[in-house]
């Protein structure tokens, strides 16, 4: 069974709104962490968000933060006041605590495309 | 400024040839990993390690085998190229119970198999 999911394969923005990219994840941890990585077309991964699953506040850096609700199992990460710079591969992933070796597991990506 | 490193950049080479991929950080990291990913697809985990002299297999079965003789060293290799071998390969570092920081990415090598 896929552990990640990301359900939107392209999400297309206008420049200064905001917009949301979702995910949903399963695991029978209590312990775990959900991660959000920005790809540009470079190929890097640059590291935007966490979220753990026993924080009580959904986590927030600069202009992205994460919209957890543990009951619904998802996780979706939220852009405010969208750049061109934005326009990236965008993947959700989870860290599973102590019942599972440590590995971290992607979704399949949402492609983000920024426009004037 | 990049902890973890990762050569060549760019490779393209002819079908049976044995290639090395090159993965260093700087960061004294005990976990290292390889993922490998399809152009615009996801990432999947195909060899990790916890330590020195430790290496596992990922959830993607591969071809290739590593090493992990120092801890700053994690050298990918593949002893006689396929086309179907041609994609990303990305590798990653992290901290033991620094769960927040996440992985570490170096910067990827794009394999390309003629």
């Known amino acids: 069974a896929q552990k990640i999911t990301q359900t939107q394969p392209g999400m297309f923005v206008q420049e200064k709104e905001a917009v949301t990219l979702d995910c949903t994840y399963d695991?029978?941890?209590?312990?775990?962490?959900l991660f959000w990585y920005k790809q540009p077309s470079s190929g890097e991964m640059i590291f935007l968000i966490y979220q753990g699953s026993y924080d009580e506040q959904n986590a927030t850096e600069g202009r992205y933060s994460l919209n957890f609700q543990k009951a619904r199992k998802s996780a979706n990460l939220v852009i405010s006041a969208s750049q061109l710079g934005d326009s990236a591969m965008y993947f959700c992933?989870?860290?599973?605590?102590?019942?599972?070796?440590?590995?971290?597991?992607f979704g399949t990506g949402t492609r983000l495309q920024v426009f004037p | 400024e990049a902890d973890i490193y990762q050569t060549p950049r760019y490779l393209v080479i002819g079908t049976g040839k044995k290639i090395t991929l090159e993965c260093s950080q700087t960061m004294g990291h005990d976990k290292m990993y390889w993922y490998q990913q399809d152009p615009g697809m996801e990432l999947h985990l195909i060899h990790y390690s916890y330590g020195v002299n430790s290496t596992e297999k990922g959830d993607l079965s591969s071809e290739s085998t590593v090493s992990r003789i120092r801890t700053e060293h994690f050298p990918l290799t593949l002893e006689s190229a396929r086309p179907s071998h041609t994609s990303q390969y990305l590798c990653a570092s992290s901290e033991e119970g620094q769960w927040s920081y996440g992985y570490t990415f170096g910067s990827g090598t794009r394999l390309t198999v003629v």
């Open positions: 992933a989870m860290r599973e605590g102590l019942l599972n070796t440590d590995k971290l597991i």
């Open positions: 695991t029978s941890d209590q312990s775990y962490g």
